[in-house]
């Protein structure tokens, strides 16, 4: 494809033309909004139209989750984030399955933040299995919370972008927001809560039929997991794997499947979950059902 300049125009040459068109009105649509265009949204951007899909009409920018403690709108950045928002405020109970950098945890985290703003919800409850990934938790220094907060880090680290370390404290303080390992719930029946599950490729069978039993009245949970990332030891089979094979056809729960193109973080990650891809589907006995 060549594309020339001609006066306050551009002449295309070359093959599979409508495409190019797409793709240059698509970056000038984005342009005359005022949005940013970056290589990462160029990128994406010619991704859906060579899907047929347009990033314009689907009105991603538009829909704004909440405000962080800057100021700053969070938005959903590609038409599969915008598809999980819209999952997470119609449906009380939502799975959002796809690989790292896809912004499962932290749009999870934003929307039940706006929850609590909003009065939807009384209590925040973020919750995620404390498995060991090479580093056994007895090895670690301290006491047990100081063993299992490293697990918990990715949830604090959204809960401080959001709302703001100090902030973020103060309502941990008042228990309204609580970070806990998944062990922590058993026995519990929560009711008026936003309930988030976070790396739930790692929980059992067991732990995911607790999990999910424990919502109450009121209550809206996120589960997150990335099925190609189970950490559970040789032997034991996925919660999340099973609980999309079992939950599929219940009504009123939504699974959200997240993909490359939606990976928001540097373009490499996208490279490498395509590389790790055809690796599994050339050598599946490898990956774990």
Sequence with gaps: MDIFQRDNGLLLKGEDLDTAEGILR????????????????VSYIIGLQQEGLSYSESNVSKDVI???????????????????????????IVFGVGPAGTGKTYIAVAMAINAYKNK????????RP?????????????DLQDKVDPYLRPLYDALYDVLG????????EKEVIEVVPLAYMRGRTLDNSFIILDEAQNTTREQMKMFLTRIGFGSKVVVTGDVTQIDLPKGKKSGLVEAIRVLKNVQDIDFCYLKDVDVVRHELVKKIINAYDQYYKKYPDELQE
Excluded at 66 to 92: A, E, M, W
Excluded at 130 to 142: Q, S
Excluded at 165 to 172: G, P, S, V
């Design 66 to 92: 909440c405000f962080t403690h800057k100021g700053k709108p969070l938005k959903p950045k590609t038409v599969g984030q915008k598809n999980y928002v819209n999952s997470i405020r119609k449906k009380d």
């Design 165 to 172: 370390r100090d902030a973020a404290l103060r309502l941990k």
């Design 26 to 41: 698509e970056l000038t649509a984005v342009l005359e909004k005022g949005e940013p265009l970056d290589k990462q949204k």
């Design 120 to 127: 939807e919800v009384q209590k925040i409850i973020l919750a």
């Design 130 to 142: 404390a498995v060991e990934a090479g580093e056994r938790l007895g090895f670690l220094p301290g």
